[in-house]
């Protein structure tokens, strides 16, 4: 038989096609998990919280100085979030049975993870990828694809992202084996994903001849997103005519993001 839970500590449960929702009243405590059960960000007091892949956590705020509003992401110590992270674990162990199997298996997911769990799985993303270097800010939800590594470039004095990463362009092997490890990382988790973003830095440098394989195969293994997106420098941009630009349209191509190189 179910313990009856006060009011004031029962735990709301919001489920989406991409993401699982939690909110405690009494504490004024949301938390976000993608459809595998890993945390996305946490809401606590005022306070809000991410975590990156890579199993770090930061704190995002906004500050005003001399009159303008800021946005400030500031690394933080992740003990206080998986404490009331437990806290939430055993909120959640007041039921016993949920509306739905597709909600038990979910928040089942959630019971499970341990600081050895979320740790293990950030260092299994780091096996996963080169570093990811930066993305849009609109492409903060994108699916990540490194079909290359590092930047063709690399001579702006203003970046040193990608200064001690050796450019190179995957083989098609590479990008199969590379997209199928990612599918199996990402699991449920997929669904909170919307779009896919071709890295590193210029991947649209890649001749033709393997980016148009390359995005087949990359489409055959994620066939529910059905957007890319890359960056594209204005080298790049003079080197592809319209054939190609319609070409990689019709692949699903909608926006590359155009950056200018310089000293």
């Not at 449960?13 to 945390?39: C, E, M, Q, Y």
């Not at 979910?106 to 769990?117: A, D, K, M, Q, V």
Request: with cysteine.
């Amino acid at each position: 038989m179910n313990r009856q839970v006060p009011d004031r500590d029962r735990i709301s449960i919001s489920l989406k096609t991409s993401s699982v929702t939690t909110f405690h009243r009494s504490s004024n405590t949301i938390w976000s998990f993608d459809r595998a059960g890993r945390p996305l960000g946490h809401f606590y007091q005022g306070h809000t919280f991410r975590r990156t892949l890579d199993n770090r956590w930061f704190e995002k705020s906004r500050k005003m100085y001399q009159g303008e509003t800021f946005r400030t992401v500031i690394p933080i110590d992740s003990a206080p979030i998986l404490s009331r992270l437990a806290a939430l674990q055993s909120n959640l162990d007041h039921r016993d049975t949920y509306d739905t199997a597709e909600v038990q298996n979910t928040i089942n997911r959630i019971g499970r993870l341990t600081p050895e769990s979320l740790e293990a799985d950030g260092q299994s993303f780091r096996n996963l990828y080169s570093p990811i270097g930066i993305l849009p800010p609109d492409q903060y939800r994108a699916l990540v694809i490194q079909i290359s590594e590092g930047c063709h470039y690399n001579r702006c004095t203003f970046c040193s992202l990608y200064q001690d990463i050796p450019f190179r362009i995957k083989t098609m092997d590479e990008i199969e084996a590379h997209a199928l490890a990612i599918k199996s990382f990402f699991g449920k988790g997929l669904s909170y994903r919307n779009s896919i973003f071709l890295g590193d830095a210029n991947a649209l440098i890649t001749p033709m001849n393997v980016l148009v394989p390359a995005i087949k195969q990359i489409r055959g293994v994620f066939p529910e997103i059905t957007t890319f997106t890359a960056f594209m420098d204005v080298f790049t941009g003079y080197k592809k005519n319209s054939r190609d630009f319609t070409a990689l349209f019709k692949l699903g191509l909608k926006r590359p993001e155009t950056i200018v190189f310089g000293n």
